[in-house]
């Protein structure tokens, strides 16, 4: 039986009430990731795109956003960009604080790793609130990047951050989507 794209990830994403803290429906896709069919059909899915255009960087948001990431990067033929959690990059960086639907963080990524004017397609596994996606793209977007999309294996659209990151002008990509948080 052939199931569609959205049944196949959904079957494979697993759901843990109450993780990191009472309300929250922690969506995780480690089951995805050593589920080989479901694996490579998210890649598929995520690339089909920008298949054939000029992509030079993919960003990918620490940790989830780097198994992803670099599994997009090496369809497109694209570099990889890590957007770390403050005080994991060696070098010369930059740095933005965002809040996150449970709690405030800081995000950096290298300051020589986006060249002015190099497309970038920002990666996560999932949207929520927004707040680390937009974060990331300001950063990204304040290095002279052409962040050409967003993309996310899962929406939480009742949380509304897709029209955050469409504000800031990036087109966003996502999966499936999952009612309440
Ligand atoms: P936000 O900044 O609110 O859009 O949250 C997105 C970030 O937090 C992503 O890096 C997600 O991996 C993580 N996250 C937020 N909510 C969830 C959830 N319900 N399940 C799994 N991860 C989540």
Request: glycine share 10%; proline share 5%; with cysteine.
């Amino acid at each position: 039986m052939n199931s569609s794209i959205s049944d196949i990830l959904r079957d494979a994403i697993r759901t843990i009430p109450d993780y990191p803290k009472p309300g929250i429906l922690f969506r995780d896709i480690t089951t995805l990731l050593g589920n080989a069919r479901a694996f490579r059909r998210a890649i598929d899915e995520l690339v089909q795109p920008f298949a054939g255009s000029k992509v030079d960087q993919i960003a990918g948001i620490e940790a989830r956003g780097f198994i992803l990431g670099g599994a997009v990067a090496h369809q497109l033929s694209a570099g990889f960009v890590p957007i770390r959690k403050k005080g994991k990059l060696p070098h010369a960086k930059v740095s933005i604080a965002y809040s996150l639907e449970y709690g405030v963080d800081e995000m950096e990524v290298h300051k020589d790793a986006i060249s002015p004017g190099q497309s970038v397609i920002l990666i996560d596994d999932l949207i929520a609130t927004g707040g680390t996606a937009v974060a990331a793209a300001k950063l990204l977007q304040g290095l002279g990047a052409n962040v050409v999309a967003a993309c996310f294996v899962i929406d939480l659209p009742d949380l509304g951050g897709r029209a955050k990151l469409e504000a800031l002008g990036v087109p966003v990509r996502t999966l499936i989507a999952f009612e309440g948080h």
